[in-house]
């Protein structure tokens, strides 16, 4: 397999989304798609098209949410989200919300968002973002008549890294890893532990092209096609790590 | 700022390389390089350049070394080079040695990693990767005439996420983190932890035109000018969590 060019166009252009909105058709109405395009497109406008914005206002906090609230310097409406969300609280201190959402995904708050909507509200993780992930390349599929790929992707932190990266929490037709283990390596021995995490740095390379205030919620990478599938695969899922593998808990 | 493209280019048809070569100005020697590219080299060849690859037979496992490398499965020279990469041990267990290095990195192995050299050896991270990238740095712009950036690359898993993704171990003339804090969103509101990873995503975005076993130990991005700095920069030694803030020690 030959190194290839990868190229990563930015999406411009693109309405305010709201819930209903069908992206896949939005998207293949402003760009050329090729066949093995990776389109990534990023959590909160799929969570907008989903009708995955609330309002604070109409949020309840439990006593527990409050609690956690006036500890963590939190509001407590969205303390009752992020509760919500999760299925475990895995840290709670110094201001921070490590939880393993409904999905299994681990991070900060719960993937509850009050940046980049209306202030007020915030916005949630899709319900299934693989789901999502392959409903919008249904969508981008029968626009275009292109194979295409779809990552839904979201920013999250690292345990013991500085900033955030964005990584896949959804994906359709992308192979989500590809796996090395068993080949043969440049030195003449086998690679035992290379398994690389393709649908998260594709996430990452369409970050460079948006801009965290601009609107550019979907960017297309180009040069992956030898990693883009026919079916839709097993999805993003395949990248969280099982529990029982977890070092931290 | 408008969103733009973004490229990336692989650096093929370079020769093996052997301690004391210059990576710099082979790269500029089979690429145009553009003022604002970043350069990403993969670690491994910038051990190989600096002399950090070493024989197992020539390292003497202490008894500690043979009793965990029993316990985790590991060749003990192995094990005694992880030991002597760290400032600290975090977890032994499960056949997982995570470290932290005496840069501060945290990773598995202390870094040490026996794929992709001769078989009987073992590569060991830069001793001041983020030295190393403002060595290769000025030998570019000398050889280039052109302003660009480099990132030292490292692949590392993550903690709840299965596969590894490429992040920068060393880099200079880039902005490590591009701070969005502060800033006003798109809704209306203030971002208030928006801090991206720019120097992760760009070896990130590079490792997706490499091939685990190719020898493609490099390659070109463009279309991050915007993060391009005049002087050398923090380095990514500003990526690296402090200690106070990690939720898992």
Known sequence: ?????LRVLPVEGLPEIEEGDRLGELIAARMDLEQGDVVVVSQKVVSEAEGRVVQLSEVKPSKRAQELAAELGKDPAVVQLVLDESREVIRAERGVLI?????????????VDTSNVPV???SLLPLDPDASARQIRAQLTGSSGKAVAVVVSDSFGRAWRLGQCEVAIGCA???????WRGRADAGGGTLTATLIAIADEAAAAADLVRDKASGVPAAIVQGLERQVTEDDGPGAASLRRPREEDLFR
């Open 120 to 122: 007020g509200s915030a």
């Open 1 to 5: 397999m030959r190194a290839t060019e």
């Open 99 to 111: 939880c393993e959402t409904r999905h299994g995904l681990v991070c900060a708050n719960a993937g």
């Open 173 to 179: 037709g992308l192979r989500p890893m590809d796996d």
